[in-house]
């Protein structure tokens, strides 16, 4: 058990811009200080684009920017220390705002925006596998853009000329670190994904931890492995490549930075391991430090030499590695206060330069557009569903009644079906821009129909959908996939791996598991009342991983998919209706409509109206929300 959260100190409100122009000022709140190992670790995960920073929430509104300006300092200050700094990001860099989603082609700014940081190992998300865009993309343009630094263990890509399946980047890295020169071989994984592109193939992690080459490379002996991936750090997958490593190497240091699951988590495989996980959206920045990392060549590039009295290396390996983590928000005053720096001192000349790209793009792309003024907050997990908070009621009794309509069949009473996970954000009361229609809608997904399918069968369709993937439905995909990614994986707690005797085990710990999957809402405030709502993250390391004390903020579970009836009242049944859903869900449909008693397949299946959930929520705002913001 690590000591309890020790208060660093409070970093003050002076009179501090936040880059982007028009984002809210950062707040001031009660500090954790960081812990520097000999090496340490900044990580970013499923930023989906989300450079320019959060518009409208005080903790999270630095940008790319100010993360590139953080993260030279904080490598000074490595150096400084003859320490190492490494940073890592673990995919879904794309889809998710509107620097991405809004631009033609997709991605016009974002790639070279994200680029600008200088990343040292980095991995593949599905995301960027969705498209064969976004795969030709990661291969002719992330990949050189990161060269060596990129890394694909288990994903391969289509060449689209000759046909030739390549891997999408090296398969490991193996290097020397900077100022301890401490031997590094890196993996980079993406869990069992498999709605990826036919350009790109998905080698499942059980099946590449057996290849030849990751078998040499685990015999390889470094003084750490770096195993970073688009993997939530419970899941399976991540699993199997500890027992892999172990079973070939059962002492080397492992440091695994996981992503997927947008939550700020932390899971100890054994004591020479620890497994990170850094959030969502650029509200998080990851750290992790290790420690008593025994050097196995002590003379092999030590440019440290052991003068600041660190045991580096020469003589000290008995104590084992120690591992520390911090979660830090995404805020210019934490980065001040971890620096030393202020507003005067902090901005680099290249953070400048990358903050400066972002509002140029936004203006090109018009992302400040004021679509209307929202009348009040809409929370996707901080309001019950349904409730008049949440955004799910809202879309269901607001927005999808006056949206989904077709001049033709607007006598026909409708089922219109959303899957959850087709929403990825909160509006929060005042202005709704351009850019927030991509935050809360970023998919491209339109609306379809069966005709005419009786009411005693469509209406069974949605427990289908919300019930538990345990249900066997024949054809029907995991319905997990539909919601969000906070939901997506009530797996079986990942306890050390020794410790886990049985399958009963394991099932024991599941309800555990399910009841802290936000990890947001534990309380490390002490009472303190003064506090600003925020992560208040308990992980298997305790309650002290947040780099800034908060209040905790309520999370609520909701359903698979929400559906609205449309064209008839809550009594009545009317005999047929037509059948609406958002395209995602087509592949769930049909089985769910067989199981329901509906024979159906998908050449029943019609386009239903113009438009994306995304063009039509922006116009429904247009024409619903003119009231000025106050
Ligand atoms: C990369 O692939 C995309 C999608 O096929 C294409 O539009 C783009 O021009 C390519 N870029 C380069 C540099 O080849
Ligand atoms: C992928 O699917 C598309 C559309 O069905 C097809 O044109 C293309 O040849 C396929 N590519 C590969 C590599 O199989
Ligand atoms: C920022 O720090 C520098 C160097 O310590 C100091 O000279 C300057 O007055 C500080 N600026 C502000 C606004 O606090």
Known sequence: MIQSSLL??????????????????????????????????????????????HFLEPSFSADWGDYVSFSQHMRKLADDKGADLLLIDTGDRIEGSGIYDSSTPKGLYQYDIFAQQKIDILSTGNHELYKAYSIDMEHNTTVPNFKENYVASNLDYIDPKSGKRVPQAQRYRKFKTKNLGLNIVSFGFIFDFDLNANNSVVQKVADTVKEEWFQDAIKEKPDLFVVVGHVGVRMEEFK???????????????????????????????????????????????????????????????????????????????????????????????????????????????????SKMIEEARKSLNLGHRYGCAPRDLWMTRAPYPSKDSIFSWLEEDVLPDIVANKDRKDKPRLAIVNTGGVRFDIFKGPFTRDDTFTVSPFNSGFQFVPDVPYDIAKRVLGILNSETRIFVDGLPNTRQLTIPQLMYPRPTFESVDEIETVDDVDQDADETEARLELRGVDASDGNDNLFGGYTTKDDIGKDGDDTVHEPIDFYAVPNCVQAKIGFSAEEEPKTVDFVFLDFLQPWIIPALKFSGGDYNAKDIEPYMDGTLTSKLAEWIGDNWKEECQ
């Open 8 to 53: 660093g100190g409070l970093i003050t409100a002076a009179a501090v811009q936040a880059v982007q122009p028009g984002a809210v000022k950062p707040v001031a709140a009660p500090m954790r200080d960081l812990t520097w190992g000999q090496i340490n670790f900044l990580h970013t995960t499923d930023t989906h684009s989300w450079v320019s920073g």
């Open 240 to 354: 199997t490549i500890f027992t892999a490593i172990r079973k070939e190497d059962w002492d080397t240091p492992i440091a695994f930075f996981g992503g997927h699951l947008h939550i700020r988590d932390a899971v100890s495989y054994d004591s020479k391991s620890l497994a990170i996980a850094s959030g969502r959206y650029l509200e998080t920045i990851g750290w992790m430090s290790i420690d008593g990392i025994a050097k196995k060549h002590p003379k092999d590039g030590d440019k440290d030499g052991d003068k600041d009295g660190d045991n580096t290396g020469e003589v000290e390996i008995k104590k084992g590695p120690s591992f520390t983590r911090k979660y830090m928000d995404n805020n210019l005053l934490g980065m001040y206060y971890h620096t030393g720096l202020n507003e005067t001192t902090f901005p680099t000349k290249e953070g400048q330069k990358v």
